[in-house]
């Protein structure tokens, strides 16, 4: 089983329309969560972070975390063409810097 | 406020050689973490300098070796490459207190192309 998986995609949605991206991770122990938007030849750029159960909303991103059931989404309201790319879940233990990231969904918004 | 920043951006190899990659963490930031990202994978961490000490360290082998200097830039070196080291090598920098709010900013990278 893979630390933090991720459905590769692409997920294909329609500009205006909401984009949900799932992440479920493995180790019980982390703390911190983080979403990393990627688009293609470039590196990873923070988009949202969150460390306690519930909503996180920041703009037209929203983050949800459940510990119980060890899963983490985003949610892209209003999506638009320039979201397109790739959303990277990552994972951290409580105390610990290392960052375990998911292979990635890859987002498609059509115009 | 000068984010992270990374040299070169690419670079050329051949099976064998050595290569040195250079990081400077962003303003105000104390510790900086090495990740390797083939294509169509996420980020593998390498491992991470904090007080110019290597604090935490992946599943890389020796070959991969690393320095942080006193003003907290860091060099990442890797020794007899491999067509496997293909790949962006990342650097990202964050505050180096043990705390849950861990986040890492990341540098725009260096291609590394072994042949």
């Known amino acids: 089983q893979k630390e933090v998986e991720q459905n590769s995609g692409p997920l294909s949605v329609p500009e205006g329309a909401i984009a949900s991206l799932n992440c479920t991770y493995s180790?019980?122990?982390?703390?911190?969560f983080f979403w990393y938007r990627q688009y293609s030849g470039k590196s990873p750029e923070l988009i949202m972070s969150i460390y306690s159960n519930g909503d996180k909303e920041d703009g037209r991103f929203t983050a949800q975390l459940n510990k119980a059931s060890q899963y983490v989404s985003l949610l892209i309201r209003d999506s638009q063409p320039s979201d397109s790319a790739t959303y990277l879940c990552a994972v951290a233990r409580r105390g610990f810097q290392k960052l375990v990231f998911g292979t990635g969904t890859r987002l498609l918004v059509s115009p | 406020d000068a984010g992270v920043t990374q040299s070169p951006t690419h670079l050329i190899k051949t099976r064998g050689q050595q290569v040195t990659l250079r990081c400077s963490p962003k303003s105000g930031h104390d510790t900086v973490s090495w990740y390797q990202q083939a294509l169509g994978q996420g980020p593998q961490f390498i491992f991470q300098y904090y007080e110019e000490e290597e604090r935490q360290r992946g599943n890389f082998p020796d070959r991969f070796s690393g320095h942080q200097f006193p003003n907290y830039s860091s060099e990442l070196n890797v020794n007899a490459l491999l067509l496997g080291d293909s790949a962006l090598y990342l650097c990202a920098s964050s505050l180096g207190r043990i705390s849950s709010y861990n986040e890492q900013f990341f540098g725009p990278g260096t291609r590394l192309t072994v042949l």
């Open positions: 180790d019980r122990v982390s703390q911190s």
